[in-house]
C-alpha cells in the first residue's frame, strides 16, 4: 500500500480528522493518478464530480510529496477555504511543519500610501464612502495582513477600495515610503518562503505573463502546480496574454495627478486643468456606449464616426498630460510615477488604435462606469505549452466540469497539453433518486416578447411549492430585470435581484430568509454552495451559448472556419455545455439533498445537439410535467417539516 493509499484508509490521515469517514474508491482514483503526475512530472486533467473529495485528492499527495506546491483556484471563497479550513486541517493530521502561505492579487491589500494620501481627501467623498472610509482607517491600526477581506462591514464593491489599494499603474515599489510596511511586500515574501501557497488564476497568469517579459516574480518556482475550478483557465490565459486600456486607468490618473496638484504642486496650474479635461473626455467616451454593460467588437466599433472622434480626443487630451506631466519631473516619486503611467497609457492607447492586427480579437467591454478595451489572441496553446515543458513540474488541472460528453479535448487544445493524462470521476451522488430535471413544454422562443411571462408563469407554482427555496438563474441581466418585474408584482417572496446588492450580501440574505428567491446571471452560475432544503428549486431561463455578437466568439470562430474546422461543434457548444454543468451543480451539494432542475429551453429534446448536453450532465429523472415537479416539491417540503 502505498503512502497516498495509507492515508485515505480506514485507519490513515483522513480518518483521524473527518467524522464518520468512510474511504471513497473515486476518491483514492484520482489522490494516485496526482501523486503519478507529481512523481513524473507530467500532466492530468481530472473532473471529478460533485461529492468526490477533490480537495483532498489533490492535497494530500502534494503535502506527502513534501514538494513546493502552489495551489490556484477560481474563486476567493475557495482560496479562503483551502488556506482557513482544508489545509492547516491535513496539516495538523499529518504532524507536518509545511509552511503555507495565501497570496492574494495587490486590489486585496490596504496600501498605505494610498490610505494616508487621502486622508487629506476625503471632503471629495460621497456619505458612504465616508462611512466606509472611517471603517478602513480604523481597522488598519488592528491589523497585521492588510487583507481587506477582513472588513466584513464594507461591502465587497464600495467605492472607497479604489483609494486605498493599489494597482501595478500606480504603485511606487521600492520608491514607496512605506515600502518596509508594504503587507503585499510582506505577503509575496512569506509565499517565496512557504512550503504550499494558495493563489487565484488572475495572479498566476498576470505572473506568468510577468515572467514571458523577464519580470515574473509574485509566484515563487514551484515543483507542484494545481489548478482548482481550471475550467476557467483557457479564457483567463488568453486574456493575461492580451493587452487591455481602460478608462478606469485613465480616471485613478487623473485622480492622482489632481491629488498632487493640490497637495504638493500647486504652482503648476496646468497640471489640474489637463487631468480635468481628460477625466471629462473619458468620461463622455463611456458615455457614447450603452447604459446596461455589455461586450462588443471594437474593429467594428472604431469606424462608427462620433467613437473614432472621441477615441482621439482622448489621445489629444492624454498627450497634453503628459507634456506637462513632463515638466514636472523629479519633483517627487508620485509624479514621476504619474509620468510613467502616462507613457504606458499611451502605448496601450497606440495598440488599440491599429486594430489590422492578424491572430488577434479587438473587443470592449462595459461595466456601469467604465469602458475597457482588449487585444486577446486567439490561441495561448504554444506558449502555454512551452511553459509547462520548461517548468519540470507536475501538473494537476481539476473541476467537477472539465469534460464535454465524456472528452476532454475542448479543454487540452486550448491549452496545448493533449499529451496529458486524463481522469473522469464520477459524483457518489444518487442523482436518479435525488433529483428531477424537467424541460417545460410550449415556451416562446427567446426572442418573443411573451417569453419573460412565460418564464415567470413557470417559476411562481414551483415558487411556491419550494417554499421560497428557489434560484433562477439567467443567460442576460435584460431576461432577469424582465422576470423579477413579474415577480414583485405577484408574489409576496422576497426577490434577491442581482446588481441591487452585493453577492455575499444576496447569499447572506437567501439563506437566513426562509421564503427568499434569488435572481442572478453568470457569477452565481458557478461557485455557490447551499446545501439541504434551503436550495430544492433550480430554474435555468435557456441553454448558456455565448452571444454571436461576443467579439471573442467571433474572432475563434472565424479562426476555426479558416483551419477547416465547425466553430459550433468546436466552440460554441463545448462552451455552453461547461456553463450548464456548472448551473446545474448548484442544485445538489450533498448526499441528503434532494430537488428540481428546471431548463427552460426546447432545444434540449429537439434538436441533436441537445443529446450532447444530456450525456455531459449527471443521470437525472427527466420529466416534461411541471406539474409533478411541484408535487415533488411540495412533498419534498412536507416531509422535511415534519
Not at 458612504?128 to 480604523?138: G, M, T, Y
Not at 488604435?353 to 467591454?365: I, T
Amino acid at each position: 500500500m502505498t503512502p497516498v493509499e495509507q492515508a485515505f484508509s480506514t485507519s490513515g490521515v483522513l480518518a483521524k480528522v473527518l467524522n464518520g469517514y468512510s474511504p471513497r474508491q473515486a476518491q483514492i482514483d484520482m489522490a494516485i493518478e496526482v501523486e503519478l503526475a507529481i512523481e513524473n512530472q507530467s500532466s492530468l486533467v481530472a473532473e471529478a464530480g460533485t461529492g468526490t473529495g477533490k480537495t483532498f485528492a489533490y492535497l494530500l499527495p502534494a503535502l506527502l510529496s513534501e514538494k513546493k506546491v502552489i495551489v490556484s483556484t477560481g474563486t476567493k471563497n475557495l482560496q479562503e477555504q483551502l488556506f482557513h479550513k482544508d489545509i492547516p486541517l491535513l496539516r495538523k493530521a499529518m504532524a507536518t511543519k509545511a509552511q503555507m502561505a495565501l497570496l492574494k492579487g495587490r486590489a486585496n491589500y490596504l496600501c498605505l500610501y494610498r490610505l494616508a494620501l487621502y486622508q487629506q481627501e476625503r471632503g471629495q467623498l460621497d456619505a458612504q464612502s465616508l462611512a466606509d472610509f472611517v471603517k478602513v482607517q480604523s481597522w488598519s491600526t488592528a491589523t497585521h495582513t492588510g487583507d481587506i477581506g477582513e472588513l466584513v462591514d464594507v461591502a465587497e464593491d464600495s467605492q472607497i477600495f479604489p483609494f486605498v489599494t493599489s494597482t501595478v499603474d500606480n504603485c511606487l515599489a521600492k520608491d514607496c515610503p512605506n515600502i518596509d510596511d508594504c503587507y503585499l511586500v510582506k505577503a509575496r515574501k512569506k509565499a517565496i518562503d512557504a512550503d504550499v501557497v494558495v493563489v487565484n488564476h488572475h495572479l498566476f497568469f498576470a505572473d506568468m505573463a510577468l515572467k514571458d517579459t523577464g519580470f515574473g516574480e509574485l509566484i515563487p518556482k514551484a515543483d507542484v502546480v494545481v489548478f482548482d475550478e481550471a475550467h476557467q483557465i483557457p479564457d483567463i490565459a488568453s486574456e493575461y496574454f492580451g493587452d487591455a486600456f481602460s478608462t478606469r486607468q485613465i480616471l485613478e490618473l487623473c485622480s492622482d495627478v489632481l491629488q498632487l496638484y493640490r497637495t504638493e504642486l500647486t504652482d503648476v496650474k496646468q497640471l489640474g486643468k489637463a487631468a480635468e479635461k481628460l477625466q471629462k473626455t473619458a468620461m463622455e467616451f463611456r458615455l457614447l456606449f450603452p447604459h446596461d454593460p455589455g461586450r462588443g467588437n471594437w474593429r467594428e466599433k472604431i469606424q462608427l464616426p462620433r467613437i473614432h472622434r472621441s477615441f482621439e480626443n482622448i489621445k489629444t487630451d492624454l498627450d497634453f498630460l503628459y507634456q506637462v506631466l513632463k515638466l514636472c519631473i523629479s519633483r517627487s516619486e508620485a509624479i514621476d510615477n504619474c509620468f510613467e503611467r502616462a507613457v504606458a497609457t499611451l502605448s496601450k492607447y497606440d495598440i488599440m488604435a491599429n486594430v489590422e492586427q492578424f491572430g488577434m480579437s479587438f473587443w470592449y467591454e462595459t461595466t456601469r462606469r467604465h469602458v475597457v478595451l482588449h487585444l486577446t489572441p486567439l490561441s495561448v496553446a504554444d506558449k502555454f505549452s512551452d511553459y509547462i515543458t520548461q517548468s519540470n513540474a507536475g501538473w494537476i488541472f481539476t473541476s467537477a466540469t472539465i469534460a464535454v460528453n465524456g472528452g476532454f479535448e475542448h479543454f487540452t487544445e486550448q491549452l496545448g497539453i493533449s499529451s496529458a493524462n486524463t481522469l473522469l470521476v464520477d459524483s457518489p451522488f444518487d442523482y436518479l433518486h435525488q433529483s428531477q430535471l424537467i424541460v417545460p413544454r410550449y415556451l416562446p422562443d427567446a426572442q418573443n416578447p411573451a417569453r419573460a411571462n412565460a418564464l415567470a408563469e413557470i417559476a411562481i407554482p414551483l415558487i411556491e411549492a419550494s417554499k421560497g427555496a428557489c434560484f433562477m438563474l439567467f443567460t442576460s441581466y435584460r431576461m432577469l430585470n424582465l422576470v423579477a418585474d413579474l415577480l414583485a408584482e405577484r408574489i409576496d417572496n422576497s426577490l434577491l435581484v442581482q446588481g441591487q446588492m452585493s453577492k455575499r450580501k444576496m447569499l447572506d440574505e437567501f439563506i437566513e430568509n426562509e421564503s427568499a428567491v434569488l435572481l442572478a446571471t453568470a457569477s452565481f452560475w458557478e461557485g455557490v454552495d447551499v446545501r439541504g432544503d434551503k436550495l430544492t428549486c433550480v430554474i435555468i431561463d435557456k441553454l448558456p451559448f455565448a452571444s454571436p455578437d461576443d467579439p471573442m466568439l467571433q474572432a475563434r470562430s472565424e479562426d476555426a472556419r479558416r483551419q477547416g474546422g465547425d466553430p459550433f461543434q468546436d466552440i460554441q457548444l463545448p462552451q455552453a455545455v461547461i456553463a450548464l454543468k456548472q448551473g446545474v451543480g448548484r442544485l445538489i451539494r450533498d448526499v441528503s439533498d434532494q430537488g428540481i432542475m428546471v431548463i427552460c429551453d426546447d432545444r434540449l429534446v429537439n434538436r441533436p445537439y441537445g443529446q450532447v448536453f444530456l450525456s455531459s450532465l449527471p443521470d437525472m429523472k427527466r420529466s416534461r410535467d411541471t406539474y409533478a415537479a411541484e408535487q415533488f416539491l411540495a412533498n419534498l417540503h412536507q416531509v422535511n417539516n415534519q
